[in-house]
């Protein structure tokens, strides 16, 4: 467990109070920037390449294929190895890639090939190191902390979300793509620097199962006897599959909103900011009472404000409709997070979250398709308000579940900590 800090005065986040806790935020939010500034680099760089949209998608797909087939293997090691040392080896992986990619840039010898294995080591490496790093952050803070660490650690990618193309296209246009990746090799190294000048103790092996076939039956067992932690995945997956609009952007931008390609990057980045303050403002507060009702609301708030930007015709409530459909999200998201962490035994806490990866991934991915097609068949109104009344109508089946609606997490934490 991480050392107690001094208590903090004024408004410093409860996590942040905690030196690992410190380090290990640190070098993920830099290291975060560095990712968004790679995938807008490589993007632009394959459209250089090729003049073809089709291909900038078709590195979506390399990175989609590894994360979802190896998210569960990701799991397993998180369980079965040391969390820190399994990290510090996928940063050492996705520190190589942006410094092979500038090389080839450099040397003028890269290809569209190039950059499609670039995308699928690169998700690689973060499909393994994804569920190691959630699960690591119930292991530098106290459990009465463990929502504020959460939040701030969900805040990050917020952060880098919006900082992240910005400073890739200021780079693009001033030097170009291998400054993209040498910057990103930089930032890798900054949490690698990290990791290793924390002071955890190693956990321990004890109940761990290794990497094998009934480790991962082991997990599946024990989340069968865990309803609140199910239900919640139902819940992420079913309002991400019909509330996600992100597809749709284009098209207001375009055609309904009349804002054009500046607006379209401005309703891209509406969502981050919405979501970054609700996850700094719970970094900030307590651990709300009532936690699974919270949830539910939370994840209804994101629901309505699709609806409401579906039927929007004015470009400020398109904007303040996404952002508060972000906010929900993250709420929701920093709520469900914080109760798989409360409810699940270190031991099985990668594998947890490598079940909930795939959830957290399929749903929004998927909803993109799902929106489409609608959008196709119907029109873009009709998937985006469709999609939010879906979502709706999830929350509303998930809150039939007693267990979930009347959940208590910060009874949980005072038990367990006191």
Known sequence: MAEHAREAVGIVPAALRYRDFRLFWGGVVLSGLGSQVTTVAMAWQMYELTNSAWQIGLLGLARAVPQIALALLGGLMADAMERRRLMMGTQIAQLLVPVALAGLTLGHAVAPSSLYVASALLALAGTLETPARQAL?????????????????????GLSEILGPSLAGLLLAV????????LNAGLCLTLLIA???????????????????????????????????????????????????????????????????????????????????????MGLAPTPRRSGHWVLVAVAVYGVCTMVFAVSTAFWLALLMLAGAGAGNMVGGVLRNTINQVLTPDHFRGRVAAVNSIFTMGGPQLGQF?????????????????????????????????????????????????
């Open 195 to 281: 990791l290793g000048l924390m002071r955890i103790t190693p956990q321990g092996t004890n109940g761990r199962g290794g990497v094998s076939l009934q480790a991962l039956r082991d997990g599946m067992v024990f989340l069968t006897t865990q309803p609140v932690i199910v239900a919640f995945m139902v819940l992420d997956f079913g309002a991400t599959f019909f509330g996600s609009s992100r597809a749709l952007l284009p098209v207001y931008a375009r055609d309904m909103l009349r804002v054009g390609p500046a607006g379209l990057g401005m309703l891209y980045a509406a969502s981050a900011v919405g979501a970054l303050l609700a996850a700094t403002a």
């Open 137 to 157: 952050v119930p292991n530098l803070v106290p459990r009465a902390a463990l929502t504020s660490a959460i939040a701030l650690n969900s805040a990050q990618r």
């Open 370 to 418: 799902e929106s489409g097609v609608v959008a196709a068949l119907w029109s873009p109104e009709a998937s985006a308000l469709t999609g939010g009344l879906g979502a709706l109508l999830v929350v509303w089946g998930v809150a039939m579940v007693p267990k979930v609606r009347h959940f208590r997490l910060a009874d949980d934490v005072t038990q367990r900590t006191g």
């Open 175 to 182: 030097t170009g793509p291998a400054w993209c990746y040498t």
